[in-house]
C-alpha cells in the first residue's frame, strides 16, 4: 500500500472463498487485524458470508457487533448457490438495514489459465442485475469488472439508479471513458484485486484519463473520494 501512497484498504480473507463454514475465516481476519495496532488504522474489513451454511445469521451479526467488520462479501459460484436464492435475497436485505455494502467479485481469476480445480463459469456484469433488481435499495460494491459491461436500457437504468460502485481493477474498466460518459465518475473507485492482480492497473486507467475524459476533480473523486463517500469515512 504504501509505494502507492495507498492509506486505507479494504480486506477479507481469501480463505473463506474455499471454507465451507466461512465464519472461520472471519475469525482469522478478526484476529490478524488485531494482532497490531496498526493494522486497525489502514484496514477496512468485509466479512464473507455463505447464507446457504447454516447459522450464516448469527455469523453476520457477530461480523456487525463483535468484529466491527464495514461490508459483506459474497462468492455464490464458489459457495453454490444462485443470486436469486431466497437466503442470498434474505442476506442482502439485512446487510441493507444495517447499512452495510454488499462486494460481488465478477472474477477471482481468469478461468482460462486457472487450475482445473476452479471454477469455469464467470460473470458478466448483467449476471448481476438481477439481485440489485430484487434489492434495489441495497448498496452494492462490485469489483474486478473483467468481463462483458453490455446492459440493455432497463438494466442500464437501474444500475444509474442504485447506490452501485464499481473498482477498477478489472479488465472490462478498459473503456472506462464510454462507462463514466454512460454512469458518471461517482459510479468509480480505485481498486487492485490484490494480491491477484496489481496496483499499477487499477491506478493508471484513472490517472491515464485526459482532461477531456476526467479533470482533476473527477480524478480525485475516483481515487478517494468516491469510496470515503459511499463507506462514510
Known amino acids: 500500500m504504501d509505494p502507492f501512497g495507498v492509506e486505507l484498504s479494504i480486506i ?21 487485524i488485531n494482532s497490531r495496532n496498526a493494522f486497525r488504522d489502514r484496514f477496512i474489513p468485509f466479512a464473507v458470508i455463505n447464507p446457504i451454511y ?4 448469527d455469523d453476520f451479526k457477530t461480523c456487525r457487533d463483535q468484529y466491527k467488520m464495514k461490508g459483506i462479501r459474497l462468492y455464490p459460484k464458489y459457495h453454490g448457490y444462485n443470486l436469486d436464492n431466497p437466503a442470498c435475497i434474505e442476506l442482502v436485505k439485512m446487510a441493507r438495514d444495517n447499512g452495510l455494502p454488499v462486494s460481488l467479485c465478477l472474477r477471482m481469476v481468469d478461468s482460462r489459465t486457472s487450475s482445473w480445480n476452479d471454477i469455469e463459469e464467470e460473470w458478466a456484469l448483467s449476471d448481476v442485475m438481477p439481485l440489485i433488481r430484487e434489492v434495489p435499495d441495497a448498496k452494492y460494491m462490485i469489483v474486478n469488472v473483467a468481463n462483458n459491461t453490455s446492459l440493455d436500457e432497463e438494466e442500464t437504468a437501474l444500475l444509474k439508479q442504485a447506490d ?3 473498482d477498477t481493477s478489472g479488465r472490462g474498466l478498459n473503456n472506462i471513458v464510454g462507462l463514466l ?3 458518471g465518475e461517482e459510479k468509480f473507485v480505485f481498486g487492485t484485486h490484490s494480491p491477484i ?8 486507467r484513472i490517472q491515464s484519463l485526459r ?3 476526467a479533470d482533476q476533480k473527477a480524478k480525485e ?7 470515503r463517500r459511499y463507506l462514510n469515512l
Open 181 to 183: 460518459e454512460t454512469y
Open 211 to 213: 482532461p477531456d475524459e
Open 12 to 32: 477479507s480473507n481469501l480463505n473463506g472463498i474455499f471454507y465451507k463454514n466461512t465464519q472461520k475465516a472471519n475469525e482469522e481476519l478478526y484476529n490478524e
Open 164 to 166: 452501485v460502485v464499481m
Open 221 to 227: 473523486k475516483m481515487l478517494s473520494g468516491n469510496i
Open 197 to 204: 492482480l496489481d496496483y499499477c492497473t487499477g491506478l493508471l
Open 54 to 57: 447454516n447459522g450464516w445469521e
